[in-house]
């Protein structure tokens, strides 16, 4: 990494950023390293939300275009495809 690169990244955000090691696929779930709950909780709640906003934009479209989520999906595709 550049050396004005990483004084950029460390004034931006307080310390510079560290990736993680490079690894064999699916080495990461046979080892005895330990995962980070707290990066995976923060993940999850993420996720969660935007579902919960993903069911919601189902919902008020179904509202508005009297479809259930099927017939959204054709109207979409119906409007896609000309």
């Known amino acids: 990494m550049e050396t004005g690169a990483n004084e950029r990244n460390t004034a931006a955000g307080g310390q510079a950023f560290q990736y993680e090691p490079?690894?064999?696929f699916g080495e990461g779930l046979t080892t005895a390293r330990p995962w980070?709950?707290?990066a995976l909780a923060g993940?999850?709640?993420?996720?969660g939300r935007v579902a919960m906003i993903g069911f919601l934009a189902a919902l008020i479209g179904e509202e508005?275009?009297?479809r259930g989520i099927v017939g959204q999906?054709?109207?979409m595709l119906r409007w896609l495809l000309g």
């Open 43 to 47: 993940v999850e709640r993420l996720n």
């Open 36 to 38: 980070n709950r707290a």
């Open 73 to 75: 999906l054709g109207l």
């Open 22 to 24: 490079l690894e064999r």
């Open 64 to 66: 508005l275009t009297g």
